[in-house]
């Protein structure tokens, strides 16, 4: 129940295309989902998050979409840059939960 | 200034020696984590600490002991080191348990 199954594994955009990646989840007391990014050598870094409130969040060229209903929330790059090839974790929380459980991860590479 | 720095960044040591991880953070947050982070970029929390009180222990063989003399540091101190302790180990902090983390850089420990 505590799991955050994330998929794909790795995923290969061309430069200026749209990068997707998907998570579920299954224990409905969560109430914070961020998605992180790792580069390597580097500890995660948020990139952005949202709360069950709303369904989508969108800073800049990255979107998270998020179903309640289905528990299930993606995040959307668009214009996928070079620089944007790095590990996405989505992670998912709640305050009684004491902890973050972190999906898989994705590896994403941006062909230029 | 770093925000949350942990010493050394690489450890390289034979089975069997004890090694420790220093981990600090200068955001003032009252949570703190251990993560291990294996070669397939899984990220598992090992342990969650709030006002230097152990809140989780994940499952984390007792070889393993963190040790918060403050707030602000959560130290890790491993004994008797496995070949399968090989791994990169972030310490995080949070201003709660479903807000942010912030990492640090890591430790990649090889245990030969």
């Known amino acids: 129940q505590q799991q955050v199954k994330q998929s794909p594994q790795s995923l290969i955009v061309q430069k200026g295309g749209i990068s997707i990646i998907n998570c579920a989840y299954e224990n409905t007391a969560f109430d914070y989902f961020p998605w992180y990014q790792q580069f390597p050598g580097k500890g995660p870094a948020l990139l952005i998050a949202?709360?069950?409130?709303?369904s989508e969040k969108k800073e800049g060229r990255f979107t998270i979409s998020f179903n309640k209903s289905a528990k299930q929330f993606s995040l959307h790059i668009m214009d996928s840059q070079p620089g944007d090839s790095a590990t996405y974790f989505c992670a998912a929380s709640n305050d009684g939960g004491f902890k973050t459980i972190f999906g898989a991860g994705t590896r994403l590479f941006v062909k230029a | 200034d770093t925000a949350v720095s942990q010493t050394p960044k690489y450890l390289v040591t034979q089975m069997g020696n004890d090694k420790s991880i220093k981990c600090e953070q200068n955001?003032?947050?009252?949570?703190m984590y251990w993560y291990k982070q294996d070669s397939k970029k899984f990220l598992k929390i090992m342990f969650s600490?709030?006002?230097?009180?152990?809140?989780i222990n994940e499952t984390v063989p007792n070889r393993f002991s963190p040790k918060s003399p403050d707030k602000a540091h959560l130290n890790l101190h491993i004994n008797s080191l496995e070949l399968g302790d090989s791994a990169v180990y972030f310490c995080a902090s949070s201003r709660g348990f479903n807000t942010e983390a912030f990492f640090g850089q890591g430790t990649r420990l090889t245990v030969v």
């Open positions: 955001l003032g947050h009252d949570t």
């Open positions: 949202i709360r069950p409130d709303v």
């Open positions: 600490y709030n006002n230097k009180e152990l809140i």
